[in-house]
Nanobody, 123 residues
Framework: QVQLVESGGGLVQAGGSLRLSCTAS????????MGWFRQAQGKEREFVAA????????DYADPVKGRFTISRDIAKATVYLQMNALKPEDTADYYC????????????????WGQGTQVIVSS
């Protein structure tokens, strides 16, 4: 019963920044952890970042640690991914995700996925 829609992708030069947004709909958004994943062309989808339902705890993949920041605005039912110091290897389709369990942390299984937004970082 969760629907996720991403936006904010685009083309940016290396070293630049982008801010991705994921707008969620569903009865359990306020109690649901959220995550960001990415999938480069020809590669498997990989974890990027996650945030606990209350925003107290976050988790980041090593390649983006210190450069990306995940946050959420419960009032707007939106999760963000601020991406700074972008590198060409960050080029991928980015997806937001949610589990089907309220308050689960860490998330064991991601059940819902957005349609994705493309990020291209030029050299």
């Amino acid at each position: 019963q969760v629907q996720l829609v991403e936006s904010g992708g685009g083309l940016v030069q290396a070293g630049g920044s982008l801010r991705l947004s994921c707008t969620a709909s569903g009865r359990t958004f306020s109690s649901t952890p959220m995550g960001w994943f990415r999938q480069a062309q020809g590669k498997e989808r990989e974890f990027v970042a996650a945030i606990r339902w209350d925003g107290v705890s976050t988790d980041y993949a090593d390649p983006v640690k210190g450069r990306f920041t995940i946050s959420r605005d419960i009032a707007k039912a939106t999760v963000y991914l601020q991406m700074n110091a972008l590198k060409p290897e960050d080029t991928a389709d980015y997806y937001c995700a949610a589990p089907d369990r309220m308050g689960a942390w860490p998330v064991r299984k991601w059940n819902y996925w957005g349609q994705g937004t493309q990020v291209i970082v030029s050299s």
